[in-house]
């Protein structure tokens, strides 16, 4: 679309103000975290002064194993609950079978259960697996809970892969297993990076399962140890900005790096053209 | 090589009843052509045959071995019937280049690395596509997918060829010189060959056999110049041949002991070798079917013609189509350029009365 000069001079100061607000707190979280304690209390927020790294090593120690066991646990709930809701979806919408549509209905249900409802149910099963408090624990509950989106995002994917390619694959010989393995999976980079961007970044954000599932430090998500560094008395604010900004790094890397793919149209040229 | 036998096949979506009671007897070795309207039927039987669907009713036979048959519970999976089949939209894996394409039937069944390598090969060569076994699907033409497609089914060695439409996403010219070698190759590795197409031409110039499937149920199976001569009924009369066979509605009299067809815009006296067997079907309605290249234009009155007036005329290369009127019915007839017609003109057409076609009106059943 194009837009003639003057219209188009008014849309880019608009679009500047908004990127301006959208920033400010962004930016004024990343001046506080380089300020030593004092500077925090005497210079104006957004003002960059005195900079020092200390915050950043501070927030780390706290930080450091909490961090590392959400990536843990975000990392394998993510490829777990990709890896079976792409199986589901191929199921669901290249096997027909009877009932697939009654079972695919639950599955959707299940995307709209809010978290809350399901919490006193969750912690008795997963205490009584011996799961309460640890990794394996919080894998298995954001796997399951990642399943139906997964599902959904998967059987959308491959429904409009052409069913001629599934009938051309069976006849070539090659059993529903092969079939997923040479022809579905190679093709489903676009979902499951949509997938995987989607599943990282909910469960890495997630705080209520963190907090009612893992209470001491073995599994301490870092969504909870973030809360945490608030203090009860006192507010460090330049340590708890240098914990949000580590707590952030890894979902920023991970847009940085598989947001360029997020649009990919992988499937072009499959059929006729 | 193997030969494909189909009774009584049924096949529901539902309420709709895509294939009814079909019974097909292919031989081994046969070009057989499933030939209908879009919606017929024809795709059904096939995936039927592949094993891609599974018919309600009904048995079929491959090399004589029964491989589908629900009152038997008999259902031999698509990946054990040794039949390759090619696809309208060619289904390449667009993942693979194309040696993975033609390799992959030969990696799933487990054959050894240097014997891929010498059959994919081979089939590159046969096809003429040796110089592009290392692109994309999509970085091919429509010409060369449906090699592609075509490699990937012969490398096999299978023991049937299925074929969906195979030619019809390509053009117009590239279609036709696909047809021709489509042909020679099957003369050439001999295989069985089930071909659905719903174009009558191809049918025609590629099949050794064609059975004319409508709404599901099969109207005639036939080698292509029995259909061309000797239509069961005014559908596979008018559906093959182009342009279409003209059909006229008439009431059969009898007239000074002759027996006439009262068109109402002329009487059309029966040749005397139709008699015997228009006896019977005396005084009841019927539809007089005569081919485009089976009348002579006239330019004054003929016993027996049919009086019409010049429409419009096409000069198609070698020949002249008229196209002409009479009363509310229209007509084409093949003539040759040379033939002195003008647009306007009132024209006598003479039939040969040899190669007319009476069917009945109500049923559509040929009655000669």
Redesign the interface.
Known sequence: MKFPRPRRILLYVLLILFAFAYLLPFWTCITTSFKTEKAVIETVPVQPASPTLEPWMEALDIMGRPLLNSLTFTLFATIFSCFIGSINGYVLSKIRFKGSDIIFLFFSIGIFIPYQTVLIPLVLTISRLGLYNSIEGLILTHTAYGIPICTLLFRNFYKDV?D??I?????????TL?IYR??LL??SSAPFVVAGVFQFTSIWNDFLFGLVLARGSEALPASVALANLRGTTTAFWNVQMAGALWYALPVIIVYLILGKYLMSG???????? | MVNVVIKNLTKKFGEVIAVKNLDLDIKEKEFFILLGPSGCGKSTALLCVAGLLKPDEGEIWLDNKLVTSPEHDVYVPPQEREVAMVFQDYALYPHMTVFQNIAFPLEVRKKSESEIQKRVKATAELLGISQLLDRKPKQLSGGQRQRVALGRAIVREPKIFLMDEPLANLDAKLRVRMRVELKKLHQKLGTTTVYVTHDQIEAMSIGDMVAVLKDGVLQQVGTPKELYDSPSNTFVGGFIGSPAMNMLEGNLVKKNETLMIDLGVSMFELPTWTEEKMKEAKGSKVVLGFRPEHIALAKKYKKNAIQAKVDMLELIGRELQVHLTAGDCSFVVISTPSEDIKVGENVWMVLDEEKIHIFDAETGETLI
């Open positions: 052409p001629s390619l009938m051309a694959a069976k006849t070539d010989g090659a059993g092969t040479r022809i190679p093709l992988y499937m072009a040229g499959a059929v006729k053209g």
